[in-house]
């Protein structure tokens, strides 16, 4: 994944945090013209202070006064309906980006954004939108698949135009998104593209950013033209790869199985209908699913 998405992840993280406490300055501008919540601060800043000097020096602090003297200056936040702290956006990591060393979901929500506007997916849909009944159950399906963990790694949605394939993916998408997953979706025709510059400059760049995600949405497999010795080889590593890594791939397309082989090779084919690992299914006009699960 390029560093410049995850640099300007980080940057729109921290214009919300800037932002929050901000606003949260400009709120406590009138608290700090009050002279007795001024004197309050001064000395519960010079406890802070001497605790920390008398732990320096192995001294008991005064930490009953200092939590008394806290808890005075919540309540007297409390009083003037001020909150004891900024209005994060986020409140797990109070808009740092990271908890513990490890990124927090709204930073991993922010990359999938920024990689969801690169894409064209910019607008996702809800399952809970989903108003045909006939797809109810194959919609209950992907829906509890992407909230549960699975050795289902690879998802092979098919079906003609027009039968909801990528209303489908764009529901996954946002569940998983929601879900803090660090998603990319992507047409097999651009990726397609991307193999074919990575042919011409060797930049792994062009073929990491499709190992790197944690989940991968492929849509329209089939649509993109077949480039000799290079389609099928960096296609066969990406989702090869992906399953031997345990990253979910999720390819959308117009093609039977059966067209699959005959399309591709033996080892992408085997790699899609691989039952422990794969569900497949398709989506017709008529009964609108069957699954090979």
């Known amino acids: 994944m390029k560093q410049e998405i995850i640099k300007k992840a980080q940057n729109n993280i921290l214009e919300k945090k800037l932002k929050a406490e901000n606003d949260y300055e400009n709120i406590m501008k009138n608290l700090y013209q009050d002279e ?15 605790n920390a000097q008398k732990e320096s020096i192995n001294q008991k602090p005064d930490s009953k006064k200092e939590e008394d003297l806290k808890k ?23 808009d740092e980006g990271f908890i513990n060393g490890q990124m ?13 506007k690169e894409s064209g997916f910019e ?15 194959l919609y209950k399906l992907m829906k509890d698949w992407c909230n549960k963990k699975s050795e289902k790694n690879l998802i092979y949605i098919a079906g003609p135009t027009g039968v909801g394939k990528t209303y489908l993916l764009q529901c996954m998408a946002n569940e998983l998104i929601n879900n803090g997953k660090i998603v990319k979706i992507v047409t097999a025709f651009a990726m397609n593209q991307d193999f074919k510059t990575f042919q011409k400059t060797g930049d792994d760049e062009y073929l990491q950013k499709y190992l790197d995600c944690e989940v ?5 497999l089939g649509t993109e033209p077949i480039y000799k ?5 960096n296609l ?3 989702i090869n790869e992906r399953k031997m890594r345990k990253l979910s791939t999720i390819v959308t397309t117009n093609l039977t199985l059966e067209d699959i082989r005959n399309r591709y090779d033996e080892r992408i084919f085997s790699r899609i209908i691989d039952r ?4 497949t299914f398709s989506i017709d006009g008529e009964d609108k699913r069957k699954i090979n699960r």
């Open 36 to 50: 007795n919540f001024v004197l309050l601060e001064k000395e519960y800043t010079r406890i802070i202070i001497s």
């Open 72 to 94: 005075k200056i919540s309540e007297y936040k409390k009083c003037h309906n001020i909150s004891a702290f900024p209005n994060y956006a986020c409140k797990h990591c109070n």
């Open 104 to 116: 927090c979901n709204c930073l991993k929500k922010e990359i999938s954004s920024i990689m969801l």
């Open 123 to 137: 607008t996702l849909k809800c399952f809970d939108d989903n108003k045909d009944t006939a797809l109810a159950p």
């Open 216 to 220: 991968l949405f492929i849509d329209d």
């Open 229 to 233: 010795n290079v389609t099928l080889e």
């Open 236 to 238: 066969y590593i990406i």
């Open 276 to 279: 422990q690992t794969s569900i």
